[in-house]
Structures are given as structure tokens and as C-alpha cells.
């Protein structure tokens, strides 16, 4: 189907099913989840903040993170042509400029919601838009690089959404202990990145698309994925002790190691075990995530 020939107004509406299919659902978990392991972190009452952190998840999820997916299957309708014909622009479900509207409309929407929850959650949904469409749209179009692409959604995804769950709670700059396990995340968020690249590697190649795997080669890449995992993770693990936060770091430093038992296989085949070490690695790499941010969060709250 050609897309780049469709007509401005689209005859045919798409049907809610396929909107919501655009909207990929399964992805929401990761910004959402960061989101929450922001709350926690703040240290905040939960039971006094509960409408904002509700709200703040809802940014999170269903409006930015559903943006950029449409954003992104929008830009990359050709390359989905290859992988994954059946997604809904591709298919033909969702018919004309229908994913570029919905884009748009939801971009604006996102924004206007996120101002209505305070100065600095605004800031970190607009960056967050901004960063979706300078992922897959023209000129930047940062998914053609392994470094940016990669960077640009861990930034996204772990660190941004991190520092909103704090903001939108606090209504203040988070701490810096907070803006310090946010920025570690993320930095290791690059590494889940590139695996997740693994799945699309002849499209990729084909459309001059330049992911690490492409670049490096699979085992290559999926080395280098392992190491900028681990090494955030390690730093995290420094900085809970350094805090007097023993227990937690026990339980990232268990977390780690059983991550890196889990990578000798994703090894021995990246290509074949990618799908099984992000049900499981990956699963390990997010749970940590939440025990450094109780561990801050009953730091900062028992300083309140």
C-alpha cells in the first residue's frame, strides 16, 4: 500500500480497535512504570497524593507514551511494510493521513493535560514530545542512529518520566538523589534499547537505518547492550550504600547478579534469546528500579 500517495481527507474512518492497536498498550508499562517508581522515590504521602500521581500515569501511558507510538508507526509505516505488515498503518486499517492526524491531535491533547498538573511536569512532557517526534520524524529522525535513537527513548521512557512521578507529587524540583537514580536508569534504558532493535535487523538493513546491530553486528551489539545495563545498575548499588541505604543495595546488587547469569545465555544466541532475556532480564533491570526508589523515598520521607 502507498502510503506517501494518500490523500489529505481520508474516506474511511479507522476503527477504534485499530486506534487503540496504534496506540500499543503493552508499551505503556515502561514509562509507567518509571512514573511510579518516581511517587515512590519523592518519599511523598502516597494517600495525600493519590488524584495527582493518578493523573501523572495517565500523562505518562495512555497520552505520551501512546503519542510516540503513533508518531513512530506514522514515520516508520515503511519499514513495518518489511517487518511487521500487519500493524495497523501498513495493513491498511488505519486508511490514509489517519495516523499522522491522530498524532497530532494526541500531541496536543498530552500537552494541554500535562499543563493542568503543574509547571514542571509541563516541562517534562513537552521535552517528552518533543524527543517522540525528533525520534522518527524528519529532519532529525533519531532511530537512523544506534547512539541517539537508543538514548533519546531511555531519556524518555525512564528519566523523564522518573523526574514527572517526583514533580507531580512534590510540585518541586525533585532531590538530586532522585534526578541521580532517574539519570542512571535511563543511561542503562540504552542498553534495553538496543536489544529491542534486534527484532527488526533486515529492515533496518534494507532501509539504511543505522541500529547497532546493523552496525556492530548482533553479537557485538548485544555485548555492548549487556555492559550498558550493568554498569548504571553498578553505580546505583554504589550510591544507595554511600547513602546508608544497605538493605536496598542488597537488593539491586541480587538483581544484578541473577541479570548477569540470564546474559550468558542471550548470548550464546542475541537473535533467538532476545525476546526471552526481556521477559526476564529485562524484568530484573525494572525491579531494581522500584528498591532504589523505596530505599530514597523512605530516606527523603523519614526527612520530611
Given at each position: 500500500m502507498n502510503q506517501t500517495a494518500a490523500p489529505l481527507v481520508p474516506s474511511k474512518l479507522p476503527a477504534p480497535k485499530a486506534v487503540l492497536e496504534l496506540f500499543k498498550p503493552i508499551t505503556w508499562f515502561a514509562p509507567m512504570w518509571a512514573f511510579m517508581c518516581g511517587v515512590v522515590s519523592s518519599g511523598a504521602p502516597f494517600s495525600e497524593k493519590w488524584p495527582l500521581a493518578l493523573a501523572g500515569a495517565i500523562l505518562a501511558g495512555p497520552m505520551i507514551c501512546a503519542t510516540s507510538q503513533a508518531v513512530n508507526d506514522w514515520f516508520d509505516r515503511h519499514v513495518d511494510a518489511i517487518n511487521e505488515p500487519n500493524r495497523p498503518i501498513p495493513s491498511g486499517r488505519i486508511p490514509g493521513r489517519w495516523g499522522l492526524w491522530i498524532a497530532m491531535v494526541w500531541t496536543v491533547v498530552s500537552l494541554l493535560f500535562a499543563a493542568t498538573l503543574g509547571p514542571w511536569v509541563f516541562v517534562a512532557a513537552a521535552l517528552g514530545i518533543v524527543l517522540a517526534w525528533a525520534y522518527s520524524a524528519p529532519p532529525f529522525r533519531l532511530k537512523q542512529s544506534g547512539w541517539w535513537g537508543p538514548a533519546s527513548v531511555g531519556f524518555s521512557y525512564e528519566g523523564l518520566t522518573w523526574f514527572t512521578g517526583a514533580a507531580v507529587v512534590t510540585?518541586?524540583?525533585?532531590?538530586?538523589?532522585?534526578?541521580?537514580l532517574a539519570g542512571l536508569y535511563a543511561a542503562g534504558a540504552h542498553g534495553i534499547m538496543t536489544l529491542n532493535d534486534f527484532k527488526a535487523v533486515e529492515g533496518d538493513r534494507q532501509l539504511g537505518l543505522r541500529s547497532l546491530p546493523v552496525v556492530m553486528g548482533v553479537d557485538a551489539a548485544a555485548r555492548f547492550a549487556c555492559l550498558v545495563m550493568a554498569v548504571p545498575q553498578a553505580a546505583v548499588i554504589g550510591l544507595l550504600v554511600y547513602w546508608g541505604l544497605w538493605p536496598y543495595a542488597a537488593g539491586v546488587l541480587?538483581?544484578?547478579l541473577a541479570q548477569f547469569a540470564l546474559m550468558r545465555r542471550l548470548l550464546s544466541d542475541p537473535l533467538k534469546h532476545t525476546p526471552w532475556y526481556n521477559a526476564t532480564g529485562t524484568s530484573l533491570?525494572?525491579?531494581?528500579?522500584?528498591?532504589?526508589?523505596?530505599?530514597?523515598g523512605s530516606l527523603l520521607g523519614g526527612n520530611a
Open positions: 510540585q518541586t524540583l525533585p532531590d538530586i538523589k532522585i534526578l541521580l541480587i538483581a544484578l533491570y525494572v525491579l531494581g528500579m522500584l528498591v532504589s526508589a523505596i530505599g530514597v
